[in-house]
Structure formats: structure tokens, C-alpha cells
T-cell receptor, first 114, second 110 residues
């Protein structure tokens, strides 16, 4: 079974630029999550999708971050414009549904904002 | 909201036993999960406790006491490959979201 795929793996941008991350969850998983993990901290949930609908985006900085999950499969997370404090690893995870206690994480995208 | 506390670092030798404690404060509790993350890697699921007691999976065991808002992960017969960060995560009963602790870095020495 293929795992959660993410790209790119690394990205370096200057502040005020924009960036987009892509995630392909495990086939058949209805729930998709985007987490932000700052160095030395645990992952923090940014947004949760159930199929192509948003379940929770309470911790997403909506003035600069946006995410979509068209057709209930792949998802993209965008930051525009980026700030220095956005430097982090962005992790995508998926689960069978929102009640599943096991989440499967992708390898993440390491973003450095200079 | 949720807050979790776990030690930042633990060092032990191969073959030893390590216990990582996790205390939490939450407005609504559904379960406690543990994830392992190697440096530069993806978090991987280890265990989940919804009820009080001990869950054993091979060399790893996880314990939960809901009355004490406390759990632990027990790593037995430590191996070098167990060097990683270990995160406890509380699942809220209102929204089923996972809130992660800051992680415990386990270093296994020969």
C-alpha cells in the first residue's frame, strides 16, 4: 500500500514570496490533515478535510494560508505572502475517516523562509 | 483547549527500559496516542489508549490513567533504532482533533 506522498520535500523562499505544497493521501482515506511542525515542537493541526469539505480550520492563519482538496483526493496548501515565522515542516496526514485514531503521515515539506 | 507535558530528553543504553511520561489537561478527553518520529522523518503511529490500563505491542507498551490525566510509553529492550522523538497526543472528545506534546527525544547509546 502506497503511503502519503508530499512534494516538494524542501523549499527555500524569501519572505513575502508565495509557496504551495502538494499532498496525495492514501487511497480510500476520506480525511486529510495539514500540520505545521516548528523545530523542537510537536505537529500543530492547521486544517482538516473530510472528503472535499473543511471540518476544522480554526488554527489556519487565513490571512496568508489557504488550502483546498478538490475532488476529495489530492490537496494543496498555499502560503502567500510568507513570513520568517512560517519556517517549519509542513506535514500532510490521512486517515480512513475522522473517527479513526490512527493517522498516516507523509514525509513532510521543509520550508525555509529567508 | 489542550496542554500536554512530557520530558524533553531521555538517554539510555541498549537493552535498557525507558518510560516516557505524559500529563495532560484537556477540556474533553477521548483518547491518548503515541507517535514516533525519526530525525527528518514522518511521525508514525505507535499506540492508542481510550480506556485505563496497559496496551502492549511488542517491545512497546502504553498506559493510561484517565483519573490522573496521565499516561506513559514504555520502551523495552532498547535498540539503537529506537533513537527518535516520541510524541504523546490527546484526542479531544468535542472535535476528535489530535493535540501533540512537544516531544521527548530518546537517545540510545551503545
Amino acid at each position: 500500500e502506497a503511503g502519503v506522498a508530499q512534494s516538494p520535500r524542501y523549499k527555500i523562499i524569501e519572505k513575502r514570496q508565495s509557496v504551495a505544497f502538494w499532498c496525495n493521501p492514501i487511497s480510500g482515506h476520506a480525511t486529510l490533515y495539514w500540520y505545521q511542525q516548528i523545530l523542537g515542537q510537536g505537529p500543530k493541526l492547521l486544517i482538516q478535510f473530510q472528503n472535499n469539505g473543511v471540518v476544522d480550520d480554526s488554527q489556519l492563519p487565513k490571512d496568508r494560508f489557504s488550502a483546498e482538496r478538490l475532488k476529495g483526493v489530492d490537496s494543496t496548501l498555499k502560503i502567500q505572502p510568507a513570513k520568517l515565522e512560517d519556517s517549519a515542516v509542513y506535514l500532510c496526514a490521512s486517515s480512513l475517516d475522522g473517527l479513526s485514531y490512527e493517522q498516516y503521515f507523509g514525509p513532510g515539506t521543509r520550508l525555509t523562509v529567508t | 483547549g489542550q496542554s500536554l507535558e512530557q520530558p524533553s530528553e531521555v538517554t539510555a543504553v541498549e537493552g535498557a527500559i525507558v518510560q516516557i511520561n505524559c500529563t495532560y489537561q484537556t477540556s474533553g478527553f477521548y483518547g491518548l496516542s503515541w507517535y514516533q518520529q525519526h530525525d527528518g522523518g514522518a511521525p508514525t503511529f505507535l499506540s492508542y489508549n481510550a480506556l485505563d490500563g496497559l496496551e502492549e505491542t511488542g517491545r512497546f507498551s502504553s498506559f493510561l490513567s484517565r483519573s490522573d490525566s496521565y499516561g506513559y510509553l514504555l520502551l523495552q529492550e532498547l535498540q539503537m533504532k529506537d533513537s527518535a522523538s516520541y510524541f504523546c497526543a490527546v484526542r479531544g472528545s468535542n472535535d476528535y482533533k489530535l493535540s501533540f506534546g512537544a516531544g521527548t527525544t530518546v537517545t540510545v547509546r551503545a
